[in-house]
């Protein structure tokens, strides 16, 4: 058990404890994240093809910061309003990272319904301020 140890010594290092409040990275106001060639009530077969686009803002892989960029995270079936925007996004299957920069992705999903939505972390995984986000949309897997 390794890397909780380096995690606490990583937020000791910062003075930053397990459970405070991290600074955000503020992003342009006009920022926005959407979806490309998929719509709201779309029905797809799985691996279900996704592409991630930006507006006002760049894609940069997790642990490079620069101004004006950040790398995406698609939430799955996850309400904005559950997410801690002040601390990195966990990684689970309710929220899956893209911190090497991509921008399209083939997810294996089961038949159903799901929500997605895209939401922008900075180098630390934590969301911008504002977040940069996309529309919410619904779609159907056959």
Same mark, same amino acid.
């Given at each position: 058990?390794?890397?909780?140890?380096? &995690? $606490?010594?990583?937020?000791?290092? =910062?003075?930053?404890g397990p459970l405070q409040a991290m600074e955000r990275t503020d992003a342009p106001e006009d920022a926005?994240?959407?979806?490309?060639? %998929?719509?709201?009530?779309?029905? /797809?077969? @799985?691996?279900?093809?996704?592409?991630?686009? /930006?507006?006002? *803002?760049? %894609?940069?892989?997790?642990? %490079?910061? +620069?101004?004006?960029?950040?790398?995406h995270h698609l939430l799955i079936n996850t309400d904005l309003d559950d997410i801690n925007m002040d601390?990195?996004?966990? $990684? @689970?299957?309710? %929220?899956?990272?893209?911190?090497?920069?991509? =921008?399209? $992705?083939?997810?294996? /999903?089961?038949?159903?319904?799901? @929500?997605?939505? &895209?939401?922008?972390?900075?180098?630390? +995984?934590?969301? +911008?301020?504002?977040?940069?986000? @996309?529309?919410? *949309?619904? *779609?159907?897997?056959?």
């Amino acid at each position: 058990m390794r890397y909780p140890m380096l &995690l $606490a010594m990583v937020l000791a290092g =910062t003075g930053m404890g397990p459970l405070q409040a991290m600074e955000r990275t503020d992003a342009p106001e006009d920022a926005r994240a959407y979806f490309l060639g %998929v719509e709201d009530g779309d029905t /797809l077969t @799985s691996p279900v093809t996704l592409e991630f686009g /930006l507006e006002g *803002i760049g %894609v940069a892989p997790a642990g %490079v910061e +620069h101004e004006n960029t950040g790398h995406h995270h698609l939430l799955i079936n996850t309400d904005l309003d559950d997410i801690n925007m002040d601390r990195p996004l966990p $990684a @689970s299957d309710q %929220v899956r990272h893209f911190g090497g920069g991509q =921008t399209r $992705a083939q997810i294996e /999903l089961e038949p159903g319904e799901y @929500s997605l939505q &895209l939401l922008l972390g900075d180098h630390l +995984h934590i969301p +911008h301020q504002p977040p940069v986000k @996309s529309e919410r *949309i619904t *779609i159907t897997v056959e």
